[in-house]
């Protein structure tokens, strides 16, 4: 999604890996559907860092990929160089109020289906349901809309996306965050301040117990900041991961 907004202002200094999570807006078709849950996509990355003969990779994670990108560390501390963390799930918002509010509904047969089709107005994408509690007003539709297009197109989509949601728990969170207070290497978190979806108090609480994290505030952002902020994201990233070149 958003993490495209600052690519071209960290591959001057590093080789960036994005990988294709199947959790909503996917490419490649999920054939165990079983494995649809948090942990399961944790160590997948580990096949894939093995895959690229990576051995240790500094881990930026956003939005659900910041809770996966904790718990991953959390799992694999030795192959993460260092976490970055932009607004993101955590503690008791693993899922966000918003999706725990819609969890009955996707319960229901045919309630995934009824969300995304719903996706298919340009209003309801704008809305505080669809993107609008995620970024800055006003809302271009043209970048929101790849967002929803494979979730309204692909049925195989919806199915994962449920599955997945299924399975995300605040207790996740919290085992992650607890771990991480051992985590040995550096971490940083920008955040959003006065984020709408994801508390400062989430991201003032790992600053506090992570030994080697700083903690710096993007503001004038919502919770997608590598769309409202880019410049100012990537030149928090870019010093820090050359402070990884020392260690």
Known sequence: MGEVWIVPGLEPSADLIRPDLPIGSHRTRVTRRDLLHPEA????????????????????????GGALAQIFTARHPDRVKALILTSCDAFDHF????????????????????????????????????????????????????????????????????AFLRTCKPKLAHAAAQRLETFPRPALIAWSRADRL????????????????????????????MIDQPDALVALIRPFLGRLANL
């Open 41 to 64: 996509i944790a160590d997948s990355l580990v096949r894939l860092l093995d895959a690229l003969d990576v051995d240790q990779a500094a881990v930026i994670g956003s939005d659900t």
């Open 95 to 162: 899922p966000p109020t918003l999706i725990k509010l819609l969890l009955p509904l996707l319960a229901m047969p045919g309630g995934i289906d009824l969300i995304a089709n719903l996706y298919r107005s340009q209003r309801v994408r704008r809305s505080f349901t669809g993107a609008g509690l995620l970024l800055n007003h006003p809302i271009d539709d043209a970048i929101i809309e790849p967002w929803f297009r494979r979730l309204v197109d692909s049925h195989e989509n919806r199915k994962d996306v449920r």
């Open 198 to 225: 994801f508390p400062d108090a989430d991201a003032e609480r790992p600053a506090r117990t992570i030994p080697d994290c700083e903690l710096h505030w993007i503001e004038n952002a919502r919770t997608f900041s």
